[in-house]
């Protein structure tokens, strides 16, 4: 069945960065859209980046714009967050999700588990 | 931006009533909506897309209604595994998500 997996979350410092994972099994990756999605502690959710199938269109929310990069790799079936300068705020469980239909914007689904991420001293 | 806002924050219910939530767009997003329901622990789960749409697997007794910036999720008949918080998402343009409402036993 369709599965997405992250990894790579952990506990960083201000200013630090981090690499996010998510691996995507049960489906032809290549051919869906991607987003990463985070929730911070006992919040709501926000949406964070966005790539096309090939990797040819990116977006980002302006909150982590010029710090985040999104990428993937179809042959390894994977989706990457680089987050850089790295603040408190940004302190969330990360999720990475697929949208069904090659359309931006659109629903989120399905959702990997989420992995967390904090920012503190 | 469009801001969305979910009301009420918290709403308790008993096992077989009837539960109403609502959802509002800061402007017209037509009918791109989609709810989605959270346990504690997990990931968010589609229920609905375009507004009234279920997806795959979702139960009959979840309907979604409503267009432009007024949206309604109505659970018929509340079952144990639905107790649980629940988002509105507009992808009209830049997604973005209401704060949610939580909905406890009574």
């Known amino acids: 069945q369709v599965q997405l997996v992250e990894s790579g979350g952990g506990l960083v410092k201000p200013g630090g960065s981090l690499r996010l994972s998510c691996a995507a099994s049960?489906?032809?990756?290549?051919?869906?859209?991607m987003s990463w999605i985070r929730q911070a502690p006992g919040k709501g959710l926000e949406w964070v980046s966005y790539?096309?199938?090939?990797?040819?269109?990116?977006y980002y929310a302006d909150s982590v714009k010029g710090r985040f990069t999104i990428s993937r790799d179809n042959a390894k079936n994977s989706l990457y967050l680089q987050m850089n300068s790295l603040r408190a705020e940004d302190t969330a469980v990360y999720y990475c999700?697929?949208?069904?239909?090659?359309?931006?914007?659109?629903?989120?689904?399905?959702w990997g588990q989420g992995t967390l991420v904090t920012v503190s001293s | 931006e469009i801001v969305m806002t979910q009301s009420p924050a918290t709403l308790s219910v008993s096992p077989g009533e009837r539960a109403t939530l609502s959802c509002r767009a800061s402007?017209?997003?037509?009918?791109?909506l989609a709810w989605y329901q959270q346990k504690p622990g997990q990931a968010p789960r589609l229920l609905i897309y375009?507004?009234?749409t279920r997806a795959t697997g979702i139960p009959a007794r979840f309907s979604g209604s409503g267009s432009g910036t007024e949206f309604t999720l109505t659970i018929s008949s509340l079952q144990s595994e639905d107790f649980a918080v629940y988002y509105c998402?507009?992808?009209?343009?830049?997604?973005?998500f209401g704060p949610g409402t939580k909905v406890d036993i009574k």
């Open positions: 999700a697929s949208l069904r239909i090659q359309l931006w914007p659109n629903w989120f689904d399905p």
């Open positions: 049960g489906f032809t990756f290549s051919d869906y859209y």
């Open positions: 790539i096309s199938s090939s990797g040819s269109t990116i």
């Open positions: 402007q017209s997003v037509s009918s791109n």
């Open positions: 375009g507004a009234s």
């Open positions: 998402q507009q992808y009209n343009n830049w997604p973005s």
